[in-house]
């Protein structure tokens, strides 16, 4: 088996460079230092998501598996970066009719713990669910780089192309997909804000979602978001995108609270959060696309894609890049 380089030390590279590592597997990790989405972002894991209130056929194998990788990961760094959380997601009287039969008789009963009004919201549905979580995704990167740099296997500086007699692999997030490509991606890449503040009236210890979200981190923290512009895609924060965020903290959370950091970043899209992998030539693959939900994703497709340069195994459907350009076209 060739040596491989991974490409970008964000949740895409930073996963495949475990898997890989856990194989004993040899490979070297080329990383600019830039910062990427990766590095703000929040790291929700929930089950039921988006306005519609859907649950991914998907969401408990994945979920299963990501917690058990970051678990082993916490293991070997000695610091904890998944934490467990209880869900309440909010119906508002215009969403009930629609949505609340999705938590009595739809897929989404099976995380349900309780239905109820909370004093907080009372014109409200408060939907309690089980099987939240919170990626620390800033520990993750943090210690796992801590962690390969300690092994020799980090070099900090710009790739300059594939190397011959190795397999390189691209985890560059949005700027793979928007910049210098040359794969014509039909990308969807959407540049979010979000807000870390310190409120410590607010006394909540569960992820508020509906209307945007709300999440704890600890120390009398939240982080709240988020925004999706799709068109200014840089990674600049925005007054707009500011006042936007306020109106969720005061909705979710209250009016007393005090701005730690406003952040933004630009999520790489390519189809429905879907992450998307394989060879883009003989011996150059991709991993790319994680999108908001890349958290929960990016274990299983990176240990996909990891199977299948070290033994063979076909990539699954959902994941294949083949797929992927057989809906889109494959470039000359």
Not at 132 to 146: E, I, W, Y
Not at 163 to 177: F, N, P, R
Request: proline content about 5%.
């Amino acid at each position: 088996m060739k040596p491989i380089a991974i490409v970008g030390m964000g949740l895409a590279g930073a996963c495949t460079a475990w898997q890989l590592w856990r194989r004993g597997a040899k490979f070297r990790i080329i990383d600019s230092g830039r910062r990427g989405s990766s590095h703000v972002a929040a790291g929700l894991v929930h089950p039921v998501t988006g306005k519609n209130c859907t649950v991914a056929d998907d969401f408990a194998m994945h979920r299963d598996e990501a917690q058990q990788f970051y678990h082993e990961c916490e293991s070997v760094v000695k610091e904890q970066i998944w934490f467990p959380l209880e869900v309440l997601r909010l119906l508002s009287l215009s969403e009930q009719k629609k949505l609340l039969p999705k938590f009595q008789t739809g897929p989404a009963v099976e995380w349900v713990k309780q239905i109820f009004v909370d004093d907080r919201w009372p014109d409200d549905v408060a939907i309690a669910l089980k099987g939240g979580a919170r990626l620390d995704v800033v520990a993750f990167l943090q210690t796992s780089r801590v962690f390969f740099s300690s092994l020799g296997l980090l070099e900090e500086r710009e790739f300059t192309g594939p190397s011959d007699g190795e397999i390189t692999i691209m985890c560059e997030g949005a700027q793979g997909l928007m910049w210098g490509s040359p794969i014509p991606w039909q990308h969807r890449c959407a540049k979010g804000e979000i807000l870390t503040v310190h409120a410590p009236s607010w006394q909540q210890s569960r992820m508020i979602t509906g209307r945007g979200w709300l999440v704890p981190i600890g120390d009398d923290c939240y982080k709240v978001g988020a925004t999706y512009e799709w068109n200014e895609l840089d990674d600049e924060p925005t007054a707009v995108g500011l006042l936007y965020l306020e109106s969720i903290a005061r909705n979710l959370g209250g009016d007393d609270y005090t701005i730690r950091v406003h952040d933004a970043g630009i999520r790489p899209i390519l189809r429905k959060s879907q992450p998307v992998a394989g060879a883009i030539s003989p011996d150059v693959y991709v991993l790319n696309g994680l999108g908001s939900k890349g958290s929960l994703s990016a274990p299983w497709a990176s240990r996909c894609l990891v199977e299948h340069l070290l033994e063979g195994v076909p990539l699954h459907s959902r994941l294949s890049l083949e797929n992927y350009f057989a809906t889109v076209g494959r470039p000359a």
